[in-house]
């Protein structure tokens, strides 16, 4: 008798744990990162913002952010919104030059710039798409499941500190 009462409030714990555990990072992904830094920065300071968000994300991945490459602003004539995106070049640990997408929009509730979108573009660990072998689903999604934690650590090393660039600028806004 008793050690059901336990299995089931031990199930009760873990289940909560879990909740929170789920809401957290629901959260830090879709309310919380993707403010980081922004804030204050006007609309047409898209510049500045898609800047600070390359920085920030770059160094995170152990990237030097440089320049941009590619970058274009577009506003929405109606509802406020508006868009930046490019490509920033970066330099990597081993000294060779890399791209990063980098993808804005501004956010007419929260009346900030927000990171939407961002990711290395022919990440070494990309080669895994381009196999002439087909893996399985298990490993299809053990792969997805990889790249999607990645993305999240790097998000949360951005976080968690300043995170010098080769150039001894500091990741903004942290």
């Known amino acids: 008798m008793k050690l059901g009462r336990l299995y089931r409030r031990s199930l009760v714990v873990l289940a909560v744990v879990i909740a929170l555990a789920a809401g957290g990072l629901i959260w830090f992904g879709a309310w919380y990162y993707p403010a980081l830094g922004l804030a204050g920065i006007p609309k047409d300071g898209y510049r500045l913002a898609m800047e600070k ?97 990645g993305q999240l650590a790097a998000h949360i090393r951005e976080v968690r500190g300043c995170v010098p660039d080769r150039q001894g600028l500091q990741s903004p806004g942290l």
Do not use: I
């Open 53 to 149: 968000a390359a920085r920030g994300m770059t160094a995170s991945e152990g990237l030097a952010f440089e320049d941009f490459d590619f970058l274009k602003f577009r506003e929405v004539a109606r509802g406020g919104e508006a868009y930046a995106w490019g490509a920033a070049r970066c330099r990597a640990a081993d000294g060779s030059t890399t791209f990063y997408w980098v993808y804005l929009e501004w956010s007419k509730k929260r009346g900030q710039w927000l990171r939407n979108y961002s990711l290395e573009l022919a990440a070494p660990d990309d080669e895994l798409y381009f196999t002439r072998e087909y893996p399985r689903q298990w490993a299809r999604a053990r792969l997805a499941l990889g790249k999607l934690l």
